[in-house]
C-alpha cells in the first residue's frame, strides 16, 4: 500500500533523527516518560465576535472505507492512487496541507481542532445527515460523534447542522425520521455544557429545509423534545418553519453578503457568514455541470473583508465556510496553495496573541505522529506536547518538541 500521506516521505528526509533513537522496550523504567494530563484553557481574543466553522465529517480513506477512497475525494472520476509531483489525484482545485484524510482520524482531528483553538475560532458546526442507514450517512454519523468527543478535550464548542435532504418516502415517515434523529440529538449532544447555546436554547440550524417545508411538519418534529432548540433556517428560509424558527443563517452563493444582511431585520436573529473564496470542482469530477458561483479568494482578502463587514453589521457571532470542503473550494483549512493564510487573517481578526509561528507546530505534531506511528514512549512526549497546547503552555510545548529533535 503506497504510503497514506505523501508529505510523510519529505518529514522523514528532513528529519532523520526521527529514526535514530532506540526502540520500543529500549528504555530503562527509569527514562520512560509520564504524561501530564492538563485541562483545556480558552484563548484570549481582543475581538469578542465569536466565530464558528463550519465542518465536513465525511472524508474517508481506504484504510476507513473498505479499501476505498470516500466519494468526497473522488468524486466520479479521480483515484487518489495517482501520484503526481508528490500529490494525489483528488476532486479539489486544491490539496490538503497533509494530504486526503480520513475524518475520524485521531491524529488529524487533534490537528484540526488546534489549529482553530490557536486560530482563534470558538468551535465547530457539523454538518449532520442523522442516523439512517444509506450511502455514507452512517459514516458520517460516526466520524461526528468521534469528533464531539475529541472537541471538548480540546476545549472548543460544538452545534449540529441538520441536513433533511435524504428523508425520503411519506411525509409521515419523514417527520417519523427527523423525531429519531432529534431524540438522538437531544440525548447525546444538546446536553452537554460545551454545545452551542442561543437565548439558554440548544443551537440547531438546519441547511434548508429541504424536504420538511411547512411549519407543522416541524412542530411534529420537535414535538417529544423536553427543550425545543433555537432553530435556524438557511437565509430566506424562515417560513418553512416560522414560529418554530428562532432565525436564519447566511451561506454562500451568487448573491451579494451586503445583499443578504437586510434579512437581519425582517427575522428575529439572523447570522452571518464569511468565507475565503469559492471554486467548485463538480464538473470537472463528474458530478453535474457545477455552480453558477465564483468568489475569487484575492490572497485571503476577500475572508478578511467579510469578517470585517459581519462586525459592522453588528454581528455577535459568525459561521466560517467552511473548514473543508475542498470540494467546493471554501476551505479555510491549511492547503498547499494557501498555506496558512486564512487562519493567520482569521487570528489577526480575532484579536489572539498567536501567529503563524503555533500553527506551524501544530502541523509538525501531525507529521511527527505520522512518523512515529509504533513509538509508544515518543507517542506518550506527543501526547505531553498536546496537553501543553490544549492548556495555552506553548513554550513548553516548543521546548519538548525541540529535545526530541535533538535526541
Known amino acids: 500500500m503506497i504510503m497514506k500521506q505523501i508529505f510523510n516521505i519529505i518529514f522523514i528526509a528532513v528529519l532523520p533523527w526521527l529514526f535514530v533513537s532506540c526502540k520500543e522496550g529500549d528504555n530503562p523504567a527509569s527514562e520512560r516518560f509520564t504524561v501530564r494530563p492538563f485541562d483545556p484553557v480558552a484563548v484570549q481574543k481582543t475581538n469578542k465576535m465569536k466565530l464558528y466553522v463550519h465542518y465536513m465529517p465525511w472524508f474517508e480513506t481506504p484504510e476507513t472505507n473498505n479499501g476505498k477512497w470516500g466519494w468526497h475525494w473522488t468524486m466520479n472520476n479521480k483515484n ?9 489525484e483528488i476532486a479539489s482545485w486544491y490539496y490538503p496541507l497533509i494530504g486526503p484524510y480520513a475524518s475520524g482520524d485521531p491524529d488529524v482531528l487533534e490537528y484540526h481542532l488546534l489549529l482553530m483553538k490557536y486560530a482563534g475560532i470558538d468551535g465547530v458546526w457539523v454538518d449532520w445527515y442523522g442516523l439512517q442507514q444509506k450511502n455514507d450517512l452512517p459514516g458520517i ?3 461526528t460523534d468521534v469528533l464531539f468527543k475529541a472537541i471538548e478535550k480540546v476545549g472548543l464548542e460544538f452545534a449540529i447542522v441538520y441536513e433533511d435532504r435524504f428523508l425520503d418516502d411519506t411525509k409521515a415517515e419523514m417527520i417519523r425520521l427527523a423525531q429519531a434523529d432529534m431524540a438522538y440529538l437531544q440525548s447525546n449532544y444538546f446536553t452537554k455544557d460545551y454545545y452551542v447555546k442561543f437565548n439558554g436554547k440548544p443551537l440547531l440550524l438546519i441547511f434548508g429545509p429541504a ?9 411534529k418534529v420537535f414535538s417529544g423534545m423536553t427543550t425545543q432548540p433555537a432553530f435556524f433556517t438557511l437565509h430566506d428560509h424562515f417560513h418553512t418553519a416560522s414560529t418554530t424558527a428562532a432565525g436564519e443563517y447566511m451561506w454562500v452563493d451568487a448573491q451579494s453578503p451586503e445583499d443578504k444582511y437586510q434579512r437581519a431585520t425582517a427575522v428575529p436573529g439572523y447570522i452571518g457568514a464569511a468565507y475565503p473564496g ?3 470542482f463538480y464538473k470537472e469530477g463528474g458530478d453535474g455541470n457545477g455552480y453558477n458561483i465564483h468568489w475569487d479568494y484575492n490572497n485571503g482578502s476577500l475572508f478578511g473583508i467579510l469578517l470585517e463587514l459581519g462586525k459592522t453589521k453588528g454581528q455577535d457571532c459568525m459561521q466560517l465556510i ?12 491549511p492547503t498547499v496553495e494557501f498555506g496558512y493564510k486564512f487562519l493567520t487573517v482569521n487570528q489577526q481578526f480575532a484579536g489572539v496573541a498567536y501567529s503563524e509561528k503555533e500553527l506551524t507546530l501544530i502541523k509538525k505534531l501531525y507529521d511527527v505522529r505520522q512518523a512515529l506511528k509504533e513509538r509508544r514512549e515518543a507517542g506518550k512526549k506527543l501526547d505531553q506536547i498536546f496537553y501543553y497546547l490544549v492548556s495555552l503552555q506553548y513554550n513548553k510545548a516548543e521546548e519538548l518538541m525541540k529535545e526530541m529533535e535533538n535526541n
Do not use: C, H, V
Open 80 to 88: 487518489p492512487e495517482r501520484i503526481s509531483d508528490g500529490k494525489r
Open 141 to 143: 454519523a460516526k466520524n
Open 211 to 219: 424536504k420538511l417545508q411547512e411549519k407543522s411538519d416541524w412542530e
Open 278 to 280: 469559492y471554486r467548485d
Open 322 to 333: 467552511t473548514w473543508n470542503d475542498f470540494g467546493e473550494g471554501t476551505m479555510i483549512e
